[in-house]
């Protein structure tokens, strides 16, 4: 199994609420990473965890809250956003070199 | 790491090669040049990466010049799905979590 699993697929979230981003993979991958993607751009690196501790935050606002609750699972909790933090969420894992991406989820802030 | 440069935009015709050209003349002598590629609406993909050897799988190959400083990913037979835009990154060390995406090329294969 070579996946790496994202839902939502879609969100749509209001600058109040509070929603949760979340990502999976089976592939005994000892890194896991979160990147933001704006139309027409390249990925942003936001956050790394290695080995279930986060060991990059690319100085990413505190509205964005990663989680590592297991080494297969990836969080990130979302809260007050604003309209410009739409964008493509994309969610990758690594055991050294190469990075294998999931399908992102698309997020509109309203 | 070093900073990579990348046409705009590329395109070629279906059955023929697909060569992506990409300069990174800053390149260290333990920094690896990677390619990975986005089709639309979906995350990217791993291609191949290289350190000095020329490099070949079954998705295309990696001719990196004897100084290092620029390269080309070859896509042999190219294919409308191959329609995509390619990302050429130079990363330090082999083990580096850190991947920079620069503005990479966007390949339209037509028929």
């Known amino acids: 199994d070579t996946e790496v699993t994202q839902t939502p697929k879609h969100l749509v979230m209001g600058m109040t609420n509070k929603k949760s981003l979340k990502c999976e993979q089976h592939?005994?991958?000892?890194?896991m990473y979160w990147y933001k993607q704006k139309a027409k751009k390249p990925p942003e690196l936001m956050f790394v965890?290695?080995?279930?501790?986060?060991?990059i935050n690319e100085s990413v606002p505190s509205r964005f809250s990663p989680e590592c609750p297991n080494s297969s699972l990836l969080n990130l909790h979302l809260h007050a956003l604003q309209p410009e933090d739409s964008a493509l969420y994309l969610c990758?894992?690594?055991?050294?070199?190469?990075?294998?991406f999931g399908p992102g989820t698309r997020l509109t802030v309203t | 790491d070093a900073k990579t440069t990348q046409p705009t935009s590329m395109d070629c015709a279906e059955g023929r090669a697909a060569n992506l050209p990409c300069n990174h003349s800053t390149i260290s002598g333990n920094e690896y040049v990677y390619w990975y590629r986005q089709i639309h609406s979906q995350g990217p993909q791993y291609i191949i990466h290289?350190?000095?050897n020329n490099e070949t799988n079954e998705m295309a190959s990696l001719i990196i010049t004897e100084d290092r400083k620029s390269s080309t990913l070859i896509l042999p037979h190219a294919t409308l799905r191959d329609t995509a835009v390619y990302y050429c990154?130079?990363?330090?060390?082999?083990?580096?979590?850190?991947?920079?995406f620069g503005t990479g090329t966007r390949l339209q294969v037509f028929p």
């Open positions: 290289g350190l000095k």
């Open positions: 592939m005994g991958h000892r890194a």
């Open positions: 990758a894992s690594s055991q050294a070199g190469e990075q294998y």
């Open positions: 965890y290695s080995y279930e501790k986060l060991s």
């Open positions: 990154i130079v990363r330090a060390t082999y083990n580096t979590d850190k991947l920079i």
